[in-house]
Nanobody, 124 residues
Framework: QVQLVESGGGLVQAGGSLRLSCAAS????????MAWFRQAPGKEREFVAA????????YYADSVKGRFTISRDNIKNTVYLQMNSLKPEDTAVYYC?????????????????WGQGTQVTVSA
């Protein structure tokens, strides 16, 4: 069992940066693939980025590649999402997820554990 709590969301101007954090509880954090998803108003939840259990492999949605970086610290049981060059279309609730799945799994069904989400709003 893993509990996930996101933080770091907020309001930022276009071109700015934010770093999201996701703190996990549970002794098995280091064995899970971790991912970030997001959901904008009126849209379906979409995959953003994922990282393997070891942190050595990452996978990104095309829409964020080159701007966002996912990382993890298995000592602190925390996964991060560094978001640079933010755009208004990045506005969404961002969710952290954990799953016993391949790091290139971009489907939400592969992740069994979810946080409550943190709002990111990018103004033009």
């Amino acid at each position: 069992q893993v509990q996930l709590v996101e933080s770091g969301g907020g309001l930022v101007q276009a071109g700015g940066s934010l770093r999201l954090s996701c703190a996990a509880s549970g002794r098995t954090f280091s064995s899970y693939t971790m991912a970030w998803f997001r959901q904008a108003p009126g849209k379906e939840r979409e995959f953003v980025a994922a990282i393997s259990w070891s942190g050595t492999s990452t996978y990104y949605a095309d829409s964020v590649k080159g701007r966002f970086t996912i990382s993890r610290d298995n000592i602190k049981n925390t996964v991060y999402l560094q978001m640079n060059s933010l755009k208004p279309e990045d506005t969404a609730v961002y969710y952290c997820a954990a799953g016993d799945t391949y790091y290139r799994d971009s489907g939400s069904t592969g992740y069994a554990y979810w946080g409550q989400g943190t709002q990111v709003t990018v103004s033009a």
